[in-house]
């Protein structure tokens, strides 16, 4: 059976995530302008890796997703001052985007993973 870890938020772990729908035509640039902001973001305390994912059934459509070691420091990110124009760039190439916040409640690691405790 895969290894299992519940989550007892003291601190809570913090995620944030996007959906997005390219424009047509713009899903190379948006990957570009999304990949531009995700290198900020690795910049910013407490960030973990950012991830993009493309829908196999829908290919205009995406799921970003990178963890927080924290709530705080994923506020602290969206508040810095360049937030809103950082994003706007990559906004330039969708034409919907819903952000969204999510805690870290459980995990089950895979085989690929290797055992971990």
């Not at 997005?20 to 973001?41: C, D, M, N, P, S």
């Not at 508040?79 to 089950?108: D, G, I, K, N």
């Amino acid at each position: 059976m895969a290894p299992f870890r519940r989550h007892a938020s003291r601190r809570r772990q913090g995620n944030s995530s996007g959906t997005w729908t390219a424009k047509e035509g713009e899903g190379e640039a948006f990957v570009e302008a999304w990949t531009e902001f995700a290198r900020w973001l690795s910049t910013m305390p407490g960030s973990g890796t950012a991830r993009l994912t493309r829908d196999l059934s829908e290919p205009r459509r995406y799921l970003s997703f990178a963890p927080w070691e924290s709530a705080e420091a994923m506020h602290a990110w969206k508040s810095a001052p360049e937030f809103q124009e950082r994003l706007a760039a990559v906004r330039e190439h969708v034409a919907e985007f819903t952000p969204s916040e999510f805690e870290l409640m459980a995990e089950v690691y895979g085989s690929a993973h290797g055992r971990r405790s």
